[in-house]
């Protein structure tokens, strides 16, 4: 999943570039580079690392002014390791045409093998670079030519940026399988990713779809589908401003959105809570339809995933409604057993994960419908999907997802709610009791994010760790598997959860006293079920940290450490239990100098199967 950009236009396109992938960074951040052209030809700058090391470069290296034409890429590594061999541009060996791609050719094998026989040199170990030497194949005069005969050969996903010494006049995108958008401006048009890269330069867009190509001169952007014929694109003018997102005096991302979650959580209220009620009365499934659901199916990847596994509890719990939660890249080729009254939900914080679009696509081409839990209404997720809930977290730059999950649980928690008054499985009293609770949420939010000092004090104690382990039970397994997730992902400690019932048949080999075991441990219906797991691992000198319930004197009789926090009801514990969780992982990632906001290895959005 890699981010690119395209320009032609007045200005000098390296500007324009570098200022697009700075905004698509959270794409990948293994490599960047940027290809321009004018009529001395093609000029390549590119390197390995952040962006700020090609900033650096370019710095050293200026790109000759006035050149109007250009593509830039930032890299998330698939094929060939982060070096600045394998960054893009990739270019034929006469470098006369430049190329930028995200996604996977899947036969790039086959074809590399054919054209090294043919006397084609390679430089780098990238599937891309198949692509510059099969343009200069069958280049014959016309570069849209040449880039249709090529894109016939291509098995897997792209979105290509393409220029040529050929035609400086022109730049060319193809889609097929991952996102790309067309910026229409003033004498200059745009290539991008996603639509973060286009604030500021224009508010009109097109969305290719799959087999789409654009030929983009200063004054007018052409259309063609895969053989060449021209095609019409609907205009779409954007509505979403573009927040500068700073950190607000916070150290990172990351804890700027941690500390948002209060305001999130009581957006979300208000939005769909009234006079009592959960609403969703813009949502475009009818109540009619909505009464005949008789299965739910959940689809979803990493931090989603989990959100989906805490949904099916809700879901179930308030509308008997029997809901399955499958991680995407399986649902997607376990030809899934689908009939007609089933719904399914796909979540997703970016909208933009290729394993759940996949996901999505198969279950429209099984004929049902598709429900999308999504932070951007623009997405490919979005716009797929019969209906959106938008879970309104604002835009969330951590690549560790924070606010968005608790976002993703409270409006799966309403849209529950609002589904069992609907099929009458939820008695008004129980309704406005969940719902009072349901109100105090920011508030005890809040609260559990004042003190911090017992989990910065363990975060020192235990950055060292070789191996952390989190137990829980019933709603809040999820929340186990999620803490020990943001722990992986920002301090590259090796962390695992589990349920806790499930740890004894096994995992439970793994506890000496050099393991932090975090147990969830708030009072509910299994509590005395979790304390029996725990003294089975104290048995064994495990190291028990517990999230408990605000006053309870009996945990402390079985842990080593107690992080408290205020009491709400038993099924709604996930929203609140995670935050610890959440915060714990930080203050590791940090004292152990790690890049918390780009972690290495990953990126916001997954936009490769
Ligand atoms: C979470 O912190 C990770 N960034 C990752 O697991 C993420 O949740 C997953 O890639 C799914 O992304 P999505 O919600 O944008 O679809």
């Not at 009620?277 to 475009?284: G, S, T």
């Not at 080593?560 to 926090?565: K, L």
């Not at 514990?573 to 590791?588: D, E, G, R, S, V």
Request: charged content about 25%; overall charge positive; some cysteine.
């Amino acid at each position: 999943m890699c981010g690119i950009v395209g320009y032609i236009g007045n200005k000098s396109a390296d500007s324009v570039l570098l200022v697009g992938l700075e905004r698509l960074e959270y794409r990948g951040y293994d490599s960047a580079g940027i290809a321009v052209i004018d009529q001395r030809g093609l000029e390549i700058r590119k390197q390995a690392g952040k962006l700020k090391v090609l900033n650096k470069h370019l710095k050293e290296n200026p790109i000759a002014a006035n050149t109007n034409a250009g593509i830039g890429h930032t890299r998330w590594a698939t094929h060939g390791e982060p070096t600045t061999k394998n960054a893009h541009p990739h270019t034929d060996e006469a470098k006369k045409f430049a190329v930028v791609h995200n996604g996977i050719i899947e036969n790039y094998q086959a074809l590399k093998d054919s054209l090294i026989k043919e006397g084609y040199k390679f430089s780098s170990q990238t599937d891309t670079e198949v692509i510059p030497h099969m343009l200069a194949k069958y280049y014959k005069g016309s570069l849209e030519g040449a880039v249709q005969e090529v894109i016939k050969h291509l098995e897997g996903s792209y979105a290509l940026a393409i220029i040529s010494e050929h035609h400086p006049d022109k730049v060319i995108a193809v889609r097929f399988g991952s996102p790309l958008i067309i910026g229409k401006g003033k004498g200059e048009n745009f290539i991008a990713s996603d639509i973060p890269a286009l604030f500021n330069l224009t508010k009109s867009i097109y969305y290719l779809d799959d087999g789409d190509i654009a030929v983009l001169a200063k004054d007018k952007i052409k259309f063609l589908n895969c053989s060449g014929k021209k095609i019409e694109k609907k205009e779409k003018h954007l509505k979403i401003k573009d927040k500068k997102i700073d950190k607000s005096g916070f150290k990172h991302y990351m804890l700027k959105e941690i500390n948002e979650q209060p305001a999130v959580v009581k957006k979300i209220i208000s939005k769909h809570l009234k006079n009592g009620h959960a609403i969703f009365d813009k949502l475009n499934l009818t109540k009619d339809y909505l009464a005949k659901v008789s299965r739910i199916i959940i689809q979803a990847a990493g931090t989603s995933w989990h959100a989906g596994l805490v949904g099916k509890f809700f879901i179930e719990e308030f509308t008997r409604v029997h809901t399955e939660v499958d991680i995407s890249s399986e649902f997607r080729y376990r030809n899934p057993v689908i009939e007609g009254d089933t719904l399914l939900i796909a979540i997703s914080q970016s909208g933009e994960t290729a394993d759940t679009i996949a996901g999505i696509r198969e279950a429209k081409s099984k004929f049902i419908k598709v429900l999308a839990v999504c932070n951007n209404v623009e997405s490919t997720i979005a716009r797929e999907s019969d209906a959106v809930i938008d879970i309104s977290a604002g835009p969330e730059i951590g690549v560790a997802s924070t606010k968005a999950y608790v976002a993703q649980l409270v409006s799966l928690l309403l849209f529950a709610i609002y589904l069992g008054k609907i099929k009458w499985t939820l008695e008004d009293k129980k309704v406005s009791a969940l719902i009072n609770e349901i109100k105090k949420l920011p508030e005890k939010i809040k609260k559990t994010l004042a003190d911090q000092k017992l989990l910065k004090k363990l975060a020192k104690e235990y950055s060292e760790a070789k191996n952390v382990i989190f137990l829980a039970r019933s709603y809040n397994y999820p929340t186990a598997f999620e803490g020990a997730l943001k722990l992986k992902e920002i301090s590259y400690i090796h962390s695992t959860g589990y349920q806790a019932g499930e740890f004894k048949h096994g995992p439970i080999a793994l506890v000496d006293k050099h393991v932090p075991i975090i147990c969830i441990v708030t009072k509910g219906d299994i509590y005395l079920k979790m304390i029996s797991n725990i003294q089975e691992v104290k048995a064994r000198k495990g190291v028990i940290i517990s999230i408990a319930t605000e006053k309870d004197e009996e945990i402390k009789k079985h842990s080593d450490r107690v992080i408290y926090v205020p009491e709400t009801t038993d099924i709604l514990t996930p929203i609140i239990n995670i935050i610890p969780l959440q915060l714990l992982a930080y203050y590791i990632a940090v004292s152990r100098g790690c890049d918390v906001d780009q972690p290495r290895n990953l990126a916001k959005s997954v936009t490769v199967e």
